[in-house]
């Protein structure tokens, strides 16, 4: 019964870590895709319909691992709450039935995964936050210093008045990279903070 239990642990976190990965890269895309086709116009009306199709499969990996997520995390927190109320039942044993009864390994190991868990889903939120900012510099000066090959990008001879243009692949970069910024910095700070707070308890014990 107790292995039972240890599997059954792990299985929700795993899921649980499945499920918000499926979200935030969702996430990530959807918003990314919007703003690239509806409030920065940097998608042309040829690739439209592929854009389209991205951002339905963003959309659904949203709508897929939300639910998920939230309902196992709900299962765990339940049975978080229910584990101490099993706990208080010790002191009303006997010495005798005390000093049979095992330790209680399977709550340290489920603590254990617990933690695993926050700080898996920590070092997720902070390689997110990490990557996109080293890609913003190179992505600024890509979209707005950097000038197009002019075999990509061609011009009338006789016009004088043009301005360099912008490297729209760039921009969308530039633009994917700070959303992901904004999305994995509160799942980074979140479980930074819940971890770092179940560690002074931990010691506070």
Do not use: C
């Amino acid at each position: 019964m107790k292995q039972r239990n240890v599997v059954r642990t792990i299985y929700l976190y795993v899921v649980t870590v499945v499920g918000i990965v499926m979200a935030l890269t969702g996430l990530i895309g959807a918003i990314t895709s919007v703003l690239n086709m509806y409030v920065f116009r940097l998608i042309t009306s040829d690739s439209m319909q592929n854009e389209l199709a991205s951002l339905l499969t963003f959309a659904s990996a949203v709508a897929v691992g939300v639910p998920v997520w939230l309902y196992h995390w709900g299962i765990i927190q339940e049975t978080r709450q229910h584990t101490p109320a099993l706990a208080t039942v010790g002191p009303s044993m006997t010495s005798e039935t005390i000093t049979a009864a095992p330790t209680p390994q399977p709550e340290a190991r489920r603590d254990l995964i617990r933690r695993l868990y926050i700080y898996l889903l920590s070092a997720i939120g902070l390689f997110i936050v990490m990557f996109n900012l080293i890609n913003i510099a190179p992505s600024i000066y890509r979209a707005f210093f950097m000038s197009l090959d002019p075999m990509t990008s061609p011009v009338k001879p006789d016009d004088l008045s043009r301005v360099p243009p912008i490297n729209t692949y760039s921009i969308q970069s530039l633009i994917r990279n700070i959303v992901a910024v904004l999305v994995g910095t509160p799942v980074w700070l979140y479980h930074w903070h819940l971890g770092q707070r179940e560690h002074r308890d931990l010691l506070g014990d």
